[in-house]
């Protein structure tokens, strides 16, 4: 395999801070209850984003189909592998290959549909399978 491309940039002129936006705020509050997928029966959720991200929200339109990302603050950083859905009966895969949030670096993706904007900076989504408290990264539009 050929080695990578080297950046032009030394790794001091970029920026590598990682900041916290927001919480979501959901009736979820266990980690081993919560739903595998937004799918499987999610609730509504609430992003609450730090004020000073209200001008980043213009543009977002209720009805829209959104992708939040979510640093899954209680994953397992240390599995490597996993039953696809901890279903013992499957095999093992590499994380990789799962939606697990147990992973070295547990970002979650999450396509929701944007309900309700509030202020300052408050989003209401469905359907969200992320608990009460988890870190909120970023929000993108979905297509």
């Known amino acids: 395999m050929p080695d990578a491309p080297k950046p032009d940039t030394s790794p001091s002129d970029c920026d590598t801070t990682l900041r916290v936006l927001g919480y979501v705020r959901s009736t979820l509050t266990d980690k081993a209850a919560a739903p595998k997928s937004?799918?499987?029966?999610?609730?509504?959720?609430?992003?609450?984003?730090?004020?000073?991200?209200?001008?980043a929200l213009l543009g977002l339109e209720v009805g829209s189909r959104?992708?939040?990302?979510?640093?899954?603050?209680?994953?397992?950083?240390?599995?490597?592998?996993?039953?696809?859905?901890?279903?013992?009966?499957r095999?093992?895969?590499?994380?990789?290959?799962?939606?697990?949030?147990?992973?070295?670096?547990?970002i979650g993706?999450?396509?929701?549909?944007?309900?309700?904007?509030?202020?300052?900076a408050r989003l209401r989504v469905f359907p969200l399978e992320a608990i009460d408290g988890t870190p909120v990264l970023d929000v993108k539009t979905a297509g």
């Open 109 to 120: 993706l999450h396509e929701v549909t944007l309900l309700e904007i509030a202020e300052p």
């Open 91 to 106: 095999p093992l895969r590499g994380v990789f290959a799962t939606r697990s949030p147990d992973r070295p670096n547990p």
């Open 38 to 55: 937004g799918p499987e029966g999610a609730p509504e959720a609430w992003l609450e984003l730090d004020p000073a991200c209200a001008p």
């Open 66 to 89: 959104i992708l939040v990302l979510t640093w899954l603050h209680l994953a397992d950083r240390s599995t490597l592998q996993c039953h696809p859905r901890a279903m013992r009966d």
